[in-house]
């Protein structure tokens, strides 16, 4: 053997387990991309995500460690909460066209791969977040007492006071467990129904049942402390499931009535017939004193499902079939990669605000520092850093669950 060839033979052993790891290293350290076949939805969750985080930062500020703010920008920041409500349509809208295309292409909901699916997309990052924050801080009795609940999707049942529930913000992921369970006999009522319309008015009875069932909690139990009916009608699943039922039924429009519709909204003068009731219902929404104090509780059982599903259900289509600036703005591919880390981001943010943000505000506003750089840098900092926490958590637990997930569902 020449000698180039016998160096050759004893390079390749170490350059062979190098080549493996420089392929590897990419690998591990990329994103398991959400779908694409949305784009313009990746936006809008991420503009729902840091509309949470910045209504929890204005909450914890005034709300609970009294941090002074403008009462303008209090006012304002905490009127946005439909961020919220655009999580659970696109949830809606996801599941729901899940399951149809499901039905159409097999005949069947294959309810063993669509639960084996959410399981391992869910639970795993929400049980590592909640057991964490159990075995790191002291609990109170009642916390110990809800915490069984917890684990298992009840917490938008229990009391959700800071000293009786441990992630409180919980609330809406226990929401969106107790909708996975019940979506696929949703679905098999509908399919027994004849006609797509027939489904779809079935679709918006049952979206509008909800509101049924907020106004008599309201007016069985007016008048009402404003944060006992915050507390009886927003978190439970029975009063806020109409904001998924409208996803669901976007999802039929968007599968069955997607091209004429696309082709209706190229008029200017049709998406304007649109854009303005959506704007109108924002402007209610957001303003829940519009027609007087005495009726802002009961714009509020309006508005927290009812108006926000008739405006997403204008949005969402607008934003679908849009070729604007604002379209190719949410549909840029940074917000593909934000999207993905969205569920961290969401498990984490309140954690990173109790901990981390909150000692440092309230040091900042004894030293009389001004809030109009404090809040912005709070929001900077917490969104920054709970996409960062994210991150790791895609890395370490989600995409091993979703390995195992594609292995054991496939």
């Known amino acids: 053997m020449s000698q180039a060839a016998a160096e050759k033979s004893q390079e390749e052993p170490k350059s062979a387990p190098r080549r493996l790891l420089s392929l590897a290293l990419p690998r591990f350290f990329s994103l398991a991309l959400l779908d694409d076949r949305y784009p313009a939805l990746h936006g809008l969750r991420v503009l729902a995500i840091i509309s949470v985080i910045q209504y929890h930062i204005t909450w914890i500020f005034s709300g609970e460690q009294g941090i002074a703010l403008n009462d303008t920008f209090r006012e304002a920041s905490l009127s946005i909460f439909y961020g919220m409500d655009l999580f ?3 949830s809606g809208f996801l599941i729901g066209s899940i399951l149809i295309r499901s039905l159409e292409v097999s005949g069947t909901q294959n309810l063993r791969r669509f ?20 075995l790191a801080l002291p609990l109170t009795a009642a916390q110990w007492a809800h915490l069984p609940y917890e684990y298992v999707y009840l917490t938008n049942f229990m009391p959700l006071a800071r000293d ?16 996975y ?5 949703l679905m098999f009522v509908l399919y027994r ?5 027939s489904r779809m008015i079935a679709l918006a009875t ?5 509101l049924v069932i907020r106004l008599s909690i309201y007016f069985h139990g007016s008048p009402w402390d404003d944060f006992d009916l ?3 009608v927003y978190f439970r699943t029975y009063t806020r499931f109409d904001v998924i039922v409208a996803g669901i039924l976007l999802a039929f429009m968007e599968i069955r009535y997607g091209k004429p519709i696309a082709a209706w909204l190229k008029a200017p003068f049709h998406r304007a017939l649109i854009g303005i009731p959506c704007l109108t219902l924002l402007w209610l929404i957001s303003n829940p004193t519009l027609l007087g104090d005495e009726h802002a509780q009961l714009m509020h059982v309006f508005a927290w499902g009812t108006l926000t599903s008739l405006m997403y259900l204008g949005v969402v289509p607008l934003i679908l079939h849009g070729e604007g600036p604002v379209q190719r703005f949410l549909g840029h591919p940074i917000f593909r990669r934000l999207a993905t880390l969205g569920y961290g981001v969401y498990l984490v943010h ?6 981390v943000l909150v000692p440092i505000a309230l040091r900042l506003n004894e030293d009389g520092s001004s809030m109009a750089w404090v809040w912005p840098a709070s929001l900077l900092g917490v969104t920054a850093a709970s996409f960062v926490i994210g991150y790791l958590m895609h890395l370490l637990i989600e995409k091993p669950a979703l390995w195992v997930r594609d292995k054991v569902a496939a």
């Open 164 to 179: 009786e529930i441990l992630m409180f913000w919980g609330w809406s992921l226990s929401l969106e467990e107790q909708f």
């Open 350 to 355: 309140i954690p990173l605000i109790d901990h």
């Open 193 to 197: 129904l004849r006609t797509d319309r």
């Open 181 to 185: 369970l019940t979506v696929p006999f």
């Open 206 to 210: 049952l979206a509008l049942s909800a």
């Open 115 to 134: 639960y084996l699916r959410r399981i391992f997309r869910t639970f795993p990052s929400y049980y590592v977040v909640l057991t964490t924050l159990a």
């Open 88 to 90: 659970f349509l696109l």
């Open 230 to 232: 915050y507390e009886a």
